[in-house]
């Protein structure tokens, strides 16, 4: 099954889409901040990334931007999950690179059904 990070610096929100994913099968890292994120990346391989807008220190546009201008990291698919709903927010983590972007609280179905086809591409 497919190997997911979660970036997310709220540790309930972490629990809850991490019990999300590994309910349906898949095989779930978390990073607290970019920074934390980019050593999981550099040490292990995942075929999606899913993350916050608000982290502490670098942003999670910044850290998408980052990681599809590296050839190693530009491939896997990322989620935005974020409790910014505007239109903008959303165009713009699209513009960052993101395949997706979900607003919290997230519908455990959509993030499921999100995940699966953006894995099944990978």
């Given at each position: 099954?497919?190997?997911?990070?979660?970036?997310?610096?709220?540790?309930?929100?972490?629990?809850?889409?991490?019990?999300?994913?590994?309910?349906?099968?898949?095989?779930?890292?978390?990073?607290?901040?970019?920074?934390?994120?980019?050593?999981?990346?550099?040490?292990?391989?995942?075929?999606?990334?899913?993350?916050?807008?608000?982290?502490?220190?670098?942003?999670?546009?910044?850290?998408?931007?980052?990681?599809k201008k590296d050839p190693?990291?530009a491939n896997i698919p990322?989620?935005?999950?974020?409790?910014?709903?505007?239109?903008?927010?959303?165009?713009?983590?699209?513009?960052?690179?993101?395949?997706a972007y979900l607003v919290?609280?997230?519908?455990?179905?959509?993030?499921?059904?999100?995940?699966?086809?953006?894995?099944?591409?990978?």
């Amino acid at each position: 099954m497919a190997a997911i990070l979660v970036i997310e610096d709220v540790q309930t929100e972490a629990v809850v889409l991490t019990g999300y994913l590994r309910q349906a099968g898949f095989q779930v890292a978390t990073a607290t901040s970019a920074e934390e994120a980019k050593q999981a990346v550099s040490q292990a391989k995942f075929d999606l990334i899913l993350m916050d807008v608000v982290l502490p220190g670098e942003s999670g546009y910044e850290f998408c931007r980052a990681l599809k201008k590296d050839p190693a990291t530009a491939n896997i698919p990322v989620i935005f999950c974020s409790s910014k709903a505007s239109e903008m927010d959303r165009f713009w983590g699209m513009k960052q690179g993101a395949a997706a972007y979900l607003v919290k609280p997230v519908d455990q179905t959509e993030l499921i059904q999100t995940v699966k086809v953006l894995t099944a591409r990978a």
